[in-house]
């Protein structure tokens, strides 16, 4: 049986399909676009996927996403950031979530994941011993553990505290709160978002 499609179309749609959240229909839809659409469109694309690597690097102090010509986060060497407070995130895009807030005017450190045995990953392979040393070096006085709200989210903000504690290191630990969110009624939410809103109740 002949191929159903081009070569070079086909090609496409199986490299889109490796992105996450991409099923097959999709991948299909926006190769189709992408055909479509002007060469500029994809030219642009093209050369913006190509250029990521050459000019995108870790934070050394952060680990947070920098341009390649910056020493380090601008997050970080901003003399107008508290470095006495830090936020410990996951993953870089979890501090684009945050600083949309415009609520927080810490600092940032960035794991590079979450405990999680079955995939592999274990506290060896987070940045903990740099995060230990940020503690320490920045004298901080907050550690605030934003990772997810997820099993292995808790895993990990729970082996954080007891490390730094374990290490002998006096700051003030917090996590973020966890609660129901905006539209959601109460039937709808699973059992540890309910327990969490109950924890972190306020009192008016």
């Known amino acids: 049986m002949s191929q159903l499609l081009p070569e070079a179309l086909t090609k496409a749609i199986d490299e889109l399909g490796r992105l996450p959240g991409v099923g097959a229909r999709t991948a299909e839809r926006y190769a189709y676009f992408l055909l479509r659409a002007d060469t500029s469109t994809t030219s642009k694309l093209a050369s913006a996927i190509a250029q990521l690597h050459a000019n995108v690097k870790t934070c050394p102090v952060t680990f ?73 070096e920045d004298e901080v006085e907050e550690m605030i553990l934003a990772t997810n709200a997820s099993v292995e989210g808790e895993s990990t903000a729970l082996f954080l505290q007891r490390y730094v504690q374990d290490a002998g290191i006096t700051v003030t630990i917090s996590r973020l709160a966890r609660g129901i969110p905006v539209g959601v009624d109460l039937e709808y939410a699973d059992q540890i978002t309910l327990t969490h809103a109950l924890e972190g109740r306020r009192f008016l």
């Open 64 to 136: 947070a996403l920098i341009d390649a010509n910056q020493e380090v986060s601008p997050l970080y060497s901003d003399p107008t950031r508290n470095k006495r407070t830090i936020a410990v995130v996951e993953e870089p895009l979890d501090i684009v979530a945050i600083e949309r807030t415009g609520q927080f005017h810490g600092t940032y450190h960035v794991l590079g994941g979450a405990i999680s045995p079955i995939d592999g990953i274990g506290p060896e392979q987070l940045h903990i011993p740099e995060l230990i040393k940020r503690l320490q």
